[in-house]
């Protein structure tokens, strides 16, 4: 009797004699196994994605389960995709071929990565990914021999382009009577991906359709936790939800209530069958989810209807306790410390005159309670007419994001003395008043409240989950308790001499603290304008920093009016940039998530070589689209230029006919084609003019005005 030894490229043979018991080989191929040298797979590379099969055991044992993971290291700056690969992509596919006896599983998805592409968004995996399968040993395995385990593995790799690769894996793997010891090259990588694999059987749900939006109301401990606030749902049905708008929180006492715009799968005013997916609560905690259709649990509610665990029965003095509290709380919560390390900077340059410190302090307090309470009167008013608006319901909006960015740029700008207004810290907007920079106090306390609102201290939500279902005269007191209690430090050490008296005299230190305040500020736009990325997208972004770069330059013309003898001209400029600046985002506002801009469906025939060449042998002018609804570059180029209306009449102005050769599916007559024009995967864009040899190849992004230019060319006499 023989038997083998296979690891990595290397073969080794060990010979045994024939009279050797079957019990002793059996012992002598577990031992082996046990040092790892049983498990071999051949690595297969394609330009794009280093791939084979691992194991997390080096041998199997009878009756046992061995999970097979499909490892692939990803090219940087390309991806492949999750189960439900989102907005476009196709997810990988494993097609096993066993030994008799042997089956396979189903694949243990990791939690995949949000991939935003301009307007649409993907699910998947970059640089490298494990993805397990559990293999069943039938219980007539032999100990002592080796069997081989392939798989036909299927995927899609994109980066600008998209590209379908199809591989074949090997993995030879021993049978070992007892327990085998870790793999020990991947055994521990393979066993942590299942660790870190979404979590069944915790979390509750329950999904409904209300108002036009998709609200998950998820229940569980973990949806109570501090992750609460970082959760992001990915639902396996890529038609329930539109992928790319944002999913608003809402937290209550017993767990969270995800609202989401429905996909065009949810959009006929039901929802049918349990809804499933992943819910991921960040740093690498996710769980399944398999919500009923029903009536939501008010337990789940951030500021939604009257809630179980008491929160309803707090009473007018205790709920009016816990917003005092919650706003005094909410002074230590970064995202409110930038603006009031302002005040406190302006507090301390008032410091030895008590009058303008006392001033200062009620006018802070008035402006906090001023934007607390109109706030709640809009979030008061949207509930009532069956909105699904909550606490920081203002951050939602990008125009909103958009414009604090830019103030918190300018405020930023003016503390690093690029301009000046006033002669406090606390300068912005105290050219509305002359005396001791009231106005600018006020002004501090509405941005305070403003960048609160994506905080929430403790005690914040029991009070405001009361406040939302009382009376409005009751539910404002509950909102002007939580005013009184951000400004009431300020306030009480504006009215508090001896502690005033204990601060320096104003002086040179000022300025140094007023250049250092500046960096806050700056932190601040930057953390708005990643915000503004995640509801707008790349391209969004894009449209903020272009208005950033003009706010800069308008802020630096005003400063240097300020400092020179020719300030007509610089204020002039000064006016122009930041006009320029708001008809930028005014224009950038329209294609934000949400409008409705102009298009049409252009009319298309389906691509094939006859009828390409029939057409042109009409003299016709013929524009191929070589596309694919897996491909993300092409589906933006699709949403963003051949859809809309400018192109649509160009198209019919030129007489140009439109060709799709849709290569979703594998089509060897499309693959040729590609390859005939030097391409490997989609998008290309073929542009035939009439009596033309060649076709024109247009760029892989496209833009409306560059379509429209090409087919002029094309079809000019």
Known sequence: MGASLRQGPALFSLSVRPDFSLRAGAALAGA???????????????????????????????????????RQKIKPGWHTYWRNPGDSGEPTRLAWTLPQGWSAGEIVWPTPERQPVGPLVNYGYSNQVLLPVPVRVPTDARPGETVRLSAVADWLVCEEICI?????????????????????????????????????????GVAALAGGRLKLAVLGAPARGDGAARAYFFPYDGALIDHAKPQAIERGPDGLTLTMAPGYGAQTGAVTGPVQGVL??????????????????????????????????????????????????????????????MKAAALAGHAHEPRIARVQGLAFLAGVLTTFLGLAAVLLVARAAGETAGWGFQLQSPPVIAGLALLMLLIALNLSGVFHLGGSVQGVGSGLSSRGGVAGAFFTGVLAVAVAAPCTA??????????????????????????????????????????????????????????????????????LAWIFARQTGVAGLAELFAAAWLVALAAWLFGRSQHSGRSLPFRLGAGAAALLAMAWLGVAALGAPGAKAESAALAEEAYTPERLAALRAEGRP???????????????????A?????????????????????????????????????????????????????????????????????????TRT
């Not at 196994?33 to 498990?39: C, R």
């Not at 009756?63 to 097979?68: A, E, L, P």
């Not at 870790?182 to 942590?192: D, L, Y």
């Not at 002007?480 to 430090?489: K, Q, S, T, Y």
């Open 32 to 70: 082996l196994a046990l040092f790892g040298g049983a498990a071999a797979a051949e690595i297969v590379r394609t330009p794009y994605v280093e791939a084979e099969l691992v194991p997390d055991v080096a041998a199997a044992a009878p009756g046992g389960t061995v999970h097979v993971a499909l």
């Open 164 to 204: 379908p690769e199809q591989v074949k894996l090997t993995l030879d793997l021993a049978v070992a009577a007892g327990p085998a010891a870790p793999h020990p090259q991947h055994g521990a990588a393979v066993r942590q991906a299942l660790a870190a694999a979404p979590k069944p059987g915790v979390l509750t």
């Open 280 to 341: 991921s609560l960040g740093e690498g905690e996710a769980y399944l989810v398999e919500a009923s259709v029903g009536a939501l649990p008010a337990q789940a509610a951030g500021l939604g209807a009257p809630a179980a665990g008491g929160r309803t029965d707090l009473g007018l003095p205790l709920a009016l306790g816990f917003a005092f509290l919650g706003g005094l709380i909410l002074n230590l919560m970064p995202c409110v410390f930038p603006v009031l390390s």
């Open 458 to 527: 403790p005690f914040m939500a029991a009070a405001m989950g009361y406040a939302v279902v009382q009376p409005a005269a009751v539910a404002l007191s509950v909102f002007a308790a939580l005013g009184l209690g951000l400004a009431a430090p300020f306030v009480l050490a504006s009215f508090t001499p001896a502690l005033l008296r204990r601060l320096p005299r104003p002086g040179a230190w000022m300025e140094t603290l007023q250049r250092l305040l500046a960096f806050p500020m700056y932190a601040t736009a930057a953390w």
């Open 622 to 640: 013929v524009f191929v689209n070589f596309t694919a609804d897996w491909c993300v570059t092409c589906k933006v180029n699709e949403r963003v």
């Open 642 to 714: 051949l859809s809309s209306a400018e192109v649509g009449r160009a198209f019919e102005r030129t007489g140009v006919v439109y060709l799709k050769a849709d290569w979703t599916n594998r089509d060897p007559v499309i693959a040729a084609a590609l390859s005939e024009h030097g391409r490997a995967g989609v998008p290309l864009y073929l542009l035939y003019a009439p009596g033309a040899a060649e076709p024109k190849i247009l760029p892989q992004l496209l833009t409306t005005g560059a379509v429209i230019k090409a087919l002029d060319e094309a």
